[in-house]
């Protein structure tokens, strides 16, 4: 079955820091993996996502992350976090099966705490 | 640009009552998903749609119900509301294809007392 796992309940980093919260996956087949931010009371946002290609894929706000096929991982990095990055983070898996509606399953969320 | 909108934004309703969610996907996309997310948890994928027809399922509970109209949007039907239906509740829609990205609406908090 397809599983994603973020170890990481909460992450405290201090603003202008760089940021990492931590993804690992385990799928069946070739993963396409995606991470999406939520703001209290509010919808997920898209952030990123990584199909093929480089291992290094940049997204909205300075976000990027690091596909690592050996490590069945991908971390969200940014290089400088911001007080207004404080939200939660979710990573989520697409599992190619043939089908044209394929859902995402996501992780429990890692919670980002940036400190002035 | 143009966005999942999912109404009402928040409800109350009792217990043993009914509600229901509607959900209008960006244009030309031709998927629909509905998630929950309880309090404190990840959004769990209840229910999909293809082209009107339903195409996935998940852990949506036999007394809820969905289906997806001629327009593209979707509604949500539930029944015999319980306490623990409380609960966020998210509509996504997609262009179909594996790569492209599910966007999701702002949501819809269903509040059973």
């Known amino acids: 079955a397809q599983s994603v796992a973020q170890p990481e309940d909460q992450v405290n980093v201090a603003e202008g820091n760089p940021l990492t919260v931590k993804c690992t996956y385990s799928?069946?087949?070739?993963?396409?993996l995606f991470w999406y931010v939520q703001y209290p009371n509010r919808g997920l946002q898209f952030l990123l996502k990584?199909?093929?290609?480089?291992?290094l894929v940049k997204g909205s706000y300075g976000f990027e992350a690091e596909f690592n096929k050996s490590q069945t991982s991908f971390h969200l990095k940014k290089p400088s976090a911001l007080v207004s990055d404080s939200a939660l983070y979710f990573c989520?898996?697409?599992?190619?099966?043939?089908?044209?509606?394929?859902?995402?399953?996501f992780g429990t969320g890692t919670l980002l705490a940036v400190q002035p | 640009a143009a966005g999942v909108i999912q109404s009402p934004r928040h409800l109350i309703k009792e217990k043993r009552e009914t509600a229901t969610l509607k959900c209008y996907p960006i244009?030309?996309?031709?998927?629909v998903y509905w998630y929950q997310q309880g309090p404190g948890q990840d959004p769990q994928f209840l229910i999909s749609?293809?082209?009107?027809?339903?195409?996935d399922k998940g852990s949506i509970p036999d007394r809820f119900s969905a289906q997806q109209f001629s327009d593209y949007h979707s509604e949500l039907n539930m029944s015999s509301l319980e306490l623990g239906d409380s609960a966020l509740y998210f509509c996504?829609?997609?262009?179909?294809?594996?790569?492209?990205?599910?966007?999701f609406g702002e949501g819809s908090w269903l509040t059973v007392v």
């Open positions: 244009p030309r996309h031709d998927t």
């Open positions: 989520a898996v697409r599992v190619p099966d043939g089908g044209a509606t394929n859902k995402l399953i």
């Open positions: 749609f293809y082209e009107k027809m339903q195409s």
């Open positions: 799928v069946s087949g070739n993963p396409y």
């Open positions: 990584y199909i093929t290609g480089d291992n």
């Open positions: 996504a829609s997609g262009d179909g294809g594996t790569g492209n990205t599910i966007y």
